[in-house]
């Protein structure tokens, strides 16, 4: 049963730091991108980063470029996201999800077919 398991969400103010994490079970990670995703209220669901495979490679959304660095760690089957100078507007549930293929370098939203449950980030002073 594949299952993906966020956590590290909170309460921080602006300029402040979180950790997110994301384990995952049921399936061999390596072969798998992995993106993380947020939705905030009232908004349609949006790709924040993707991480290829083995880690190489990262994709970040202009809006959290320079802010947000995503890791992975196949051993321990974690991926994590340090969110930096974080702002209101970053705000959300933040989801972990695999992709549906393995050996991709990344994937469009359509092809992340394996979510968590998601966790809620709240920056606000």
């Known amino acids: 049963q594949v299952q993906l398991v966020e956590s590290g969400g909170g309460l921080v103010q602006p300029g402040g730091s979180l950790r997110l994490s994301c384990v995952v079970s049921?399936?061999?990670?390596?072969?798998?991108?992995v993106g993380w995703f947020r939705q905030a209220p009232g908004k349609e669901r949006e790709g924040v980063s993707c991480?290829?495979?083995?880690?190489?490679?990262?994709y970040y959304v202009d809006s959290v470029k320079g802010r947000f660095t995503m890791s992975r760690d196949n051993a321990q089957k974690t991926v994590s996201l340090q969110m930096n100078s974080l702002k209101p507007e970053d705000t959300a549930v933040y989801y972990c999800?695999?992709?549906?293929?393995?050996?991709?370098?990344?994937?469009?939203?359509?092809?992340?077919?394996?979510w968590g449950q998601g966790t809620q980030v709240t920056v606000s002073s």
């Open positions: 999800a695999a992709d549906k293929a393995p050996g991709r370098t990344f994937a469009k939203k359509s092809d992340f077919d394996s």
């Open positions: 049921g399936f061999t990670l390596d072969y798998y991108a």
């Open positions: 991480i290829s495979p083995n880690g190489g490679s990262t």
